[in-house]
């Protein structure tokens, strides 16, 4: 009897705790599963890839304001890099953008592990989209097909970075998180709608067809351009 009121107090007791927490908007993290080393990094470095895409719409946007492609783009963007963002928190992993009222202005990447990289990325493709707005459709195409590859596969940057992660120990191909799985499948979709859009101007300039695979194959390409 003792025990099953003791169980019953608990049960209240957690009841009371979530509905407190819904009552007062207060968000009630609930972790599933603890994830590898690999999954973690991996987190971290699509939450920066996401804010490297926004930053370079608006960067280049800026520039060409009469190409709206790049505007459109910017909302997309912001919403995916706040959806990992979300993940971060949910599974307890420390944000890279840990003040986004602060850390977070167009081309800076603070993070210790991840910011010189990721400067350094931004600025390369920011320089080849000033030389005129045909290299700045260029340059979104790739950032978009190199965000792709990234999602999939484990980065090329986070593999020669940590020793005890393998090749095949993060991206969407590794994980067996059914949450990730979705977000991921999201990040994919929206950088194959923005490479479509880029092919779209890019082929307006230099002939319909004639756009060349800059990270994947030509084959992955033409599929996500249904050709």
């Given amino acids: 009897m003792k025990s099953s009121k003791y169980l019953a107090a608990l049960t209240f007791l957690g009841i009371m705790v979530l509905a407190a927490g819904l009552l007062y908007g207060e968000k009630i993290s609930l972790v599933e599963v603890e994830l590898g080393k ?10 920066l890839t996401e804010k490297l895409g926004r930053d370079l719409s608006i960067t280049l946007g800026n520039t060409y304001f009469a190409e ?3 505007a459109h783009m910017v909302p997309s963007q912001q919403k995916y890099t706040d959806s990992v963002e979300e993940k971060l928190a949910r599974y307890q992993v420390d944000d890279p953008i840990h003040d986004p009222k602060t850390d977070d202005p167009v081309g800076v ?16 493709l920011v320089e080849r989209g000033m030389e005129d707005v045909l290299e700045a459709y260029y340059a979104g195409a790739f950032s978009a ?9 484990c980065p090329d940057f986070i593999v020669r970075t940590f020793s005890d992660i393998g090749r095949g120990e993060c991206g969407l191909d590794h994980t067996k998180e059914k949450v990730l799985i979705k977000t991921y499948g999201t990040l ?25 695979a800059q990270v994947l194959s030509q084959e992955e390409v033409a599929e996500i351009l249904g050709r």
């Fill in 68 to 70: 709206q492609v790049f």
């Fill in 38 to 47: 690999g999954e973690r990094e991996h987190l971290i470095f699509m939450r």
């Fill in 145 to 153: 097909e190199l965000n792709m590859q990234e999602v999939a596969h």
């Fill in 188 to 212: 994919l979709g929206g950088s194959e709608e923005h490479l479509r859009a880029y092919v779209r101007n890019i082929e307006k300039i230099i002939g319909e067809g004639g756009y060349v």
């Fill in 109 to 124: 990447f603070l993070d210790p592990v991840y910011g010189a990289y990721f400067e350094d990325r931004f600025n390369a």
